[in-house]
């Protein structure tokens, strides 16, 4: 098979070099390629991450979360379960909705798991309650990420909706004639209504039910056709009744007649047009505001998009009512330019940096023939990746960072090998053949060793995964294009280029190198071949050292995403109303119109602030809920502001928490820690939720600890006496629609004007006891028989306590306690030590907890990534063994990996970075990298002496390590010095990676000029007895 592999590598590289023309179009024509799939590829700042999962939403208005659970969640649950596909199902049940969350597992296809979710749930809907208002399913998608988030205010005292709307309607008609642009939502506006306020006085004094009410309203609003006429040879509609256009219209519509006059809805109602009191409130820098947002489709460009948007709404500002103001509070475009030219600005260097090493110590044209390599293997993986679908973001472009130093190490071995043939009596077309099939041995298993260090993390299957894996597609299409450049590509123009002698003779550095270094290297090797086992274990000694340093390194798995944003969540009693929240947020707001660090922020109070990061997701709509996006005039100053207002918020009587952070980078996570307990009896998880609190309370660094039990509020419960109700002559559709009206209002029809706008009806009861116990005993119905029956009559009611939510985890009841790390700890280690604390809690059969989090996250995806470089490692070495036919010498060429483990631990610990998820992917890379030295030093030696070299084993060592000593130190030279860029300025989550990948290499490559030699020498020994 390899005799068959090399023969089609020489007809390939002899027609290449008989035929250039054919392959010169072949290679322009991946190059446009390249570079159009550079040009329209979507950009975007991270990676495009969904999990594959579906919500649904319950709706039941009235419903305890006990009976919810009851009536509902267990019918939905055992259906969901029944799906193979389904890795987990959370539910979160309160007080009439019900959520639940259903995970799939990785590679499965979203869109079939959410229709087939849709399809269980319509099985099991005879099943459930009839009084269920709604049923909603959502997929889990990034197509609903905002893009951009505008502020509208309004400078008029009061709250001026109708100018707000207004402008918040002119500039959704702009957006929507940008393409590209979707999900336009305006945030904070309430709805306009027609509301009728029924008098309870009055409707009690002329004993109208609210069910008369609302059928004379939807009576009146209907158009009644009665038939047609013919007056002088015309036809005529006849219409029986005239439509509702206006107010004063539905004022005078009649109700009933009593003994003296009709009584028409303005005599027990007071009518007028009134906004809906919001469930919400959206403000900018502390003032009332409206939030436009818009998400754009997967395909767009997100700066193409941008930029027509912003030349949009510059040409719309002169529409705007005059009171209001737009502003922008987030921009995503802006993000991703700023991430992706410092990326780029990182490329290029590291471009800059290889080609100056090239042209350093190559001839004029050697150096241009490897430095084409560059552009080439670049634009090749660009191509591949806009091919499989995927686009220009901080991982992708990360990849090519690594991949530049990697890239032109095929093209430097072979080149290398080429002005060692020069000097031969050979025509220059043979002297490039022979070379090229002399090293391309060790140049593909190379490329196919670094390609198999990256291939298992394409297919680890998790957020963490999906997160990561445009990195390594990226390095594995580079360096594809690296390969088929260094076979084909170079001999090519090395048969153009290098066609003088004068054009192979070494530079001054490479004879320094050859000369003056490679001196040094030799008396070392001298040396060690003396006492070769002795020497073994002395250079053995970093390895064991760093084994001790480990511990002293932090571990951490992605860090913040050092951007000048802060995040407040305020997350108060759950029995606390949105109009004691807003009073919270007004107070925090005060303290940030004070710091001139910070710019602008936008306070959504209800709510969480609409969708604009990848992985922080929105929380439960309630009153008690609110966020703060903050954003600060420059990133270094963020944790100074992070500080200042945590510490001044701590001194505020909060009844509740709230939390100041930064964006984290990687996959989201509800909570830093949280642990999650699971049984069956509420009581028992109470006890044992309260046990959990009280050690994580005792673990220092722990802060913002939230136990659900904790919280149980005051209800008032309503029992309806259906018999008794049915025998008074009142249906128990007619007491819950006097109920839903009493208490919340209902939307009854609808009026539409003259310009054919529509409104909604809404009917509502007003009393002076509304707050008031009292307000119950004034709600009564109108019997079949009409008799007067008060509520109290068929119903008793009272307070009562009740837990505010039921939680269910894979079907079984559970409860979250929740926590936070105070800044300067770390999560695992809080983690561990509360882990030690539960395991000393007696719990009962039947009762159990599991750690989740930050530290489950971690352990998940390091576990994976562990997996996956043990994978890489039998990978490398099934290839070496395919090259070298033996056991013995890919375990030579392996011994390098440990080497390099100890550089990385080494650089780790001097710089003071963490042992990051990103560090361990760059360790994966590295052992691919590492062994590509050895793979040269060992195919040297295996030819010289399979040609039967005169010289002892030793002598050919040494000759071996002479020969391949240059492309050694240049292509590790190339691949550190390229990484260098991204390094030094890829901040937190690239630092580490850069770092171990640094370190490794530095350390593989002084050792193994010195280590391998000697196993080569004990191994040459062995075979000799």
Known sequence: ???????????????????????????????VAGCLSFLSMPRSEDPQVSQPATSIIVLYPGASAIHLEQLVVNHLEAALNDLEEVKEIKTEINDGIVKTHVHFYFGTDAAEMHAKVITQVAKIRGDLPSEITSIKFRKWSLSKLN?????????????NYDELKIASEVIENELKLVPGVQNIKIWGLPEKKIKVMLDSSRIAQYKISVNQVIEAIKRSGKVVPVGKIKINSLSYNIVGNKSVEKIADLKEIPIIKNELRVIQLKDIASVEFQYEDSHYFTRYNGQEALFVTFGKRESANIMHVSKQVNHRIKECLPKLPLTTSLFRVYDQSEDVKQRLDSFFYNLGYGIMIVALINFLFFRLRSALVISIAIPFSILFGILFLNV???????????????????????AIVAVEAINLKSSSSMSLDRSI???????????????????????????????????IRSLPITVIFTLIGSLIMSLVLCPLLSSKLLNKPEFFLPTKLVRFLQERVFKWVSLGLDLVFRWPKGALLVLLAPFLCSLFLLKDIPMSFFPDSEKARLIINVDLRRDVDLTTTSRVVREIESLMLELKEIVCFASTVGRSNPYVYYNLFAKRATGSHAQIIVEIDQQENVSEVKRYLTSRITKMNIMGVVNVFELKQGPPVDAEIAINLMGE????????????????SKVEGVTDIQNPFDEIKSDIYLNINKEKAILLGVSLAQVYQVLRVAFSGEDIDLLKDKEGRSYKIKLLINSDKKGEMAFFDELFFISNMGGYIPLKQIADYGFEERLFSIEHHNLLRGSTITAEAKSGYSTLELTRLIKMGLDKIDWPEGYRYRVEGDKEVQ???????????????????????????????????????PLSVSGSVLALFLTENPFSFTALVGLSGLFGIVVNDTILLVDELNRRLSKGASEGGGKAIILSVQSRFVPIVLTSLTTILGLLPLTLRGGGLWAPMGWAIIGGLLSATILSLLVVPVLLKIYIGLNKK
């Open 1 to 31: 098979m390899l005799r068959s592999l090399r023969w089609i590598l020489r007809m390939m590289i002899k027609f290449a070099l008989k035929n250039p023309r054919v392959f010169i179009i072949v290679f322009m024509a991946l190059l």
């Open 147 to 159: 893009i951009m988030q505008f502020a509208i205010t309004n400078d008029s005292v009061g709250n």
């Open 388 to 410: 499989f679908g995927f686009g220009l973001e901080q991982m992708s472009i990360a990849g090519l960072i690594i991949a530049v130093g990697l890239l032109v190490d095929n």
């Open 433 to 467: 053949l022979s070379s090229i099939t002399g090293v391309a041995r060790p140049i593909i298993s190379g490329t196919l060793t670094t390609i198999c260090a990256f291939l298992p993390v394409v297919f680890i299957q998790d957020v963490t995964g999906d997160f």
């Open 681 to 696: 009896n509420l009581d028992e998880l109470a006890r044992l939720s309260k046990d959990v609190k009280e050690v994580m």
């Open 859 to 897: 352990e998940r995806a390091f576990g994976k990534m562990y997996m996956s470089i043990l994978i890489s490692i039998a990978g490398i070495f099934s290839i070496l063994v395919l090259q070298f036919r033996s056991f013995i010498q890919p375990f030579i060429v392996l011994f390098m990996i």
